[in-house]
């Protein structure tokens, strides 16, 4: 039985199972003495004999057997099968009416006597009745509904006998009426069976009390060992536990410790046992003491969770998890406290450990990331004197084979600057630091300007580009246009590297208003299967040789994967060698409220149709300290309606800002004695009207363009600058438009 049950349901359990051994006793009981109840009848018949005859004597003892063979099969078959399986209701049932089929039995065959007989004698009836009646007295406290009921029937029987004499026959007994000494045995017999009767119940219920008492005593010692077994266990737990467990009274001197207190302080039980807790794990070294909050949390009798520092019995030191809380009694009063202690002295140390190598790995993502950036430098400044001579060179008058060196040149250097554009793509990614810019933008557009840019490419070796635009598409949506720009070059652009003959085709869909689809697919070599998920790896491309034949980091998809990702997306790829490849990018787009920013009109970083011209007037100031750039710059502008100068460093800017009205400055970021962005500081704080100051950078990080704008410049452009771009920069700027980064 469950200490936890309900004392209701304990109750009727206990109920039932003395109900169930009660039963068991009368049915026993009654089995048991059917042998000499039957002697009793044969006896009682026998005296009948002589006052009856055969026949008389023989019907009253078979009614006599009969209904007791009847009430015993019922206490057999019936009865103690119900008993047993605990339907101790029905069973009760069953055995009361074998009971009174019993004592009706009883009851009637004295009649035999009394109504046949001539002279009957009532003393011969409730003589038998009386014995009856004993007997009911005294198996009374087994079943007392059965008895009582027996008890009735034998003391109605000899009333209704006279009775039925009177209105039947007409005359009353005499022996009864005119005979004292018989009305004086008919008391004492009266008085014997009240006696019997009473002796039964005190004697039952002097046997249900010690029965009762003794099933308590059961429970309360079963409950008891229960108990005892739990705290053995508990205490077993406790005692074998890993962890530290202590046991302190009020004042917080150590009542008991575990075998782990042991192994974890250096101090012994017996040795514990009565110190201070405090003082015994801190040895009283001020220090730990000061920094010791638990008696705060004791003196307030609160628990208390924490790391602690402790002192072993040697004296190192070592550090704790605390897991300390009170104890009260049931009026709430402050009993002891328990304290759970774990070592975490290993955990300290590999957290200072992670901590370390997170400031290390910062420390050199931070290396990292000013190693790229002057890498980024160092390259894009020699490249942008590369890059635009081969422009200037490429606008005199050459013959063909020299304007396929101006050519080769160009596509070299702008290969080159692929290339590192993809490593910063790639730093960026992996320090987490690329950021998605939204704007509201033109998805077909978006795709046709892609398409646009790398026709040459495709026309260069006689493949037809072709863009398919399915229903759905919206005209407007918001996302990173730029990025989805990066994407498609890169895929678009490897179709077109990997295709020798026939197509390639750009399919543009929409499955809903928040999902943009496109694919790629090309006639080109394909990609054996086991290579599909490997060329979106780092520096990998299909095969070894791919690289040399056709060129390129191996960087493009790798980035482009990283790039639709962060935008919600993913990208697939399926291809047949020999047959070609399909690649597909779905893409998160949300549609444009009227608070977004729409994309204005981008300068033109590819040349238009015709040599740009820019209006008269316009006042310029160049600072740059490299001398090829300088050069390069002015002859941009050489041919140009505009007044230029240059400064060679940010003093000799500030300079001439000051004693000169510059409309645009373009600002060289790195120069000596004075920087670009601290010569803005200055010229942002001369008293007078101010230019437009666009930075000119090597750097190609989102910190310097933000950098940039923070010391006020008003845009940012990154080297290596071609001649189109700064020219259609500069015509945007006469025009009113938003050129450049800023617009994008």
């Known amino acids: ?125 409730v003589g038998c009745l009386g014995l009856g009646a004993v007997n009911s007295a005294i198996v009374l406290p087994q079943n007392p509904k059965i008895g009582i ?155 208390f969770r924490g790391e602690v520092e402790s002192m072993h019995k040697s004296g190192h030191r070592y ?92 596509g070299s250097s702008m290969s080159l600057m692929a290339i590192i554009n993809d490593i910063l793509d790639l730093s960026k990614l992996d320090a987490g630091l690329m950021e998605m810019n939204p704007v509201v933008f033109s998805p077909v557009c978006c795709f046709r300007e892609t398409l646009d840019l790398l026709e040459p490419m495709a026309q260069s070796k006689g493949l037809e580009l072709k863009l398919e635009v399915g229903e759905g598409v919206p005209d407007r949506a918001l996302a990173d246009d730029g990025r989805i720009r990066q994407v498609a070059t890169n895929i678009i652009g490897n179709a077109i590297k990997f295709t020798e003959a026939g197509s390639v085709t750009l399919r543009l869909e929409a499955p809903s208003d928040t999902r943009l689809t496109f694919s790629v697919q090309d006639t080109g070599i394909g990609i054996p299967p086991e290579k599909l998920e490997s060329i979106f790896d780092h520096f990998t491309q299909a095969e070894a040789s791919t690289t040399r034949r056709f060129g390129g980091s191996g960087l493009g998809l790798s980035i482009s994967r990283h790039i639709v990702g962060i935008m919600g997306g993913e990208i697939t790829v399926e291809s047949v060698v020999g047959s070609g490849s399909i690649f597909r990018v779905t893409l998160d787009i949300e549609k444009p409220d009227f608070g977004a920013v729409r994309v204005e009109e981008r300068a033109q970083s590819t040349p238009e149709e015709g040599p740009i011209q820019l209006k008269e007037g316009l006042s310029i100031l160049i600072a740059e300290d490299n001398q090829t750039n300088r050069f390069l710059l002015g002859k941009y502008l050489k041919e140009q309606p505009i007044s230029l100068d240059f400064a060679v460093d940010g003093v000799e800017a500030l300079e001439k800002v000051a004693d000169h009205d510059f409309d645009l400055i373009f600002m060289d970021m790195s120069m000596p004695r004075m920087g ?44 290596p600058i071609r001649k189109a771009e700064l020219l259609g920069w500069i015509a945007a700027f006469q025009n009113g438009k938003k050129p450049g980064a800023e617009a994008a």
């Open 1 to 125: 039985m469950s200490d936890g049950a309900p004392r209701s349901i304990q109750d009727a359990i206990i109920a039932t199972r003395r109900e169930k051994e009660r039963i068991d006793v009368y049915v026993t009981d009654r089995l048991q003495r059917t042998k000499v109840r039957i002697l009793l009848y044969v006896f009682g018949c026998a005296l009948g004999y002589i006052a009856m005859g055969p026949w008389l004597t023989a019907a009253a003892f078979a009614l006599l057997v009969v209904s007791d063979l009847v009430d015993v099969f019922l206490l057999w078959k019936f009865v103690r099968p119900l008993a047993i399986a605990g339907k101790t209701k029905r069973a009760q049932r069953i055995a009361y009416w074998g009971g009174v089929t019993q004592g009706a039995g009883f009851a009637l065959a004295p009649s035999f006597y009394f109504f046949t007989v001539e002279q009957p004698d009532i003393i011969f009836v």
């Open 149 to 303: 009921t027996r008890l009735v029937i034998y003391g109605l029987t000899p009333i209704v006998m006279v009775v039925a004499q009177h209105v039947f026959f007409g005359s009353w007994n005499p022996v009864v009426i005119n005979n004292p000494a018989i009305i004086m045995l008919l008391g004492c017999m009266l008085y014997m069976t009240v006696t019997f009767t009473k002796a039964g119940m005190v004697n039952y219920d002097t046997n249900r009390a010690l029965y009762r008492s003794r099933e308590d005593l059961k429970v309360a010692n079963a409950h008891m060992a229960r108990q005892q077994a739990e705290m053995r266990r508990l205490s077993q737990v406790a005692q074998r536990a890993n962890d530290t467990v202590i046991i302190t009274d009020k004042d917080r001197r150590i009542v008991w410790v575990n075998d782990a207190f042991t192994q974890h302080s250096g101090y012994s039980s017996e040795e514990a046992i009565g110190q201070n807790v405090a003082e015994l794990m801190t040895q009283n070294d001020p220090e730990i003491l000061a920094n010791n909050a638990i008696d705060q949390a004791v003196a307030r009798g609160e628990s």
């Open 319 to 410: 550090w704790l998890d605390i897991n300390l809380f009170p104890i009260r009694d049931e009026d709430g009063e402050l009993e002891f406290f328990v304290t759970i202690e774990r070592d975490v002295t290993e955990a300290k140390e590999l957290a200072k450990e992670m901590a370390e190598a997170r400031a290390q790995a910062e420390m050199g993502a931070r290396a990292k990331a000013e190693f790229l950036a002057n890498m980024s430098h160092e390259i894009r400044t020699p490249l942008t004197g590369v890059m635009g001579m081969a422009d200037l060179l490429a606008d005199t008058q050459l013959d063909a084979e020299q304007q396929r060196f101006a050519d080769t040149i160009r």
């Open 676 to 719: 670009g962005v601290q010569a803005t500081r200055e010229i942002r704080m001369l008293p007078k009207s101010q230019p437009t100051i666009v930075a000119l950078t090597a750097h190609a990080f989102e910190e310097e363009r933000l950098a940039c704008l923070a010391a006020g410049m008003d845009d940012f452009l990154t080297k």
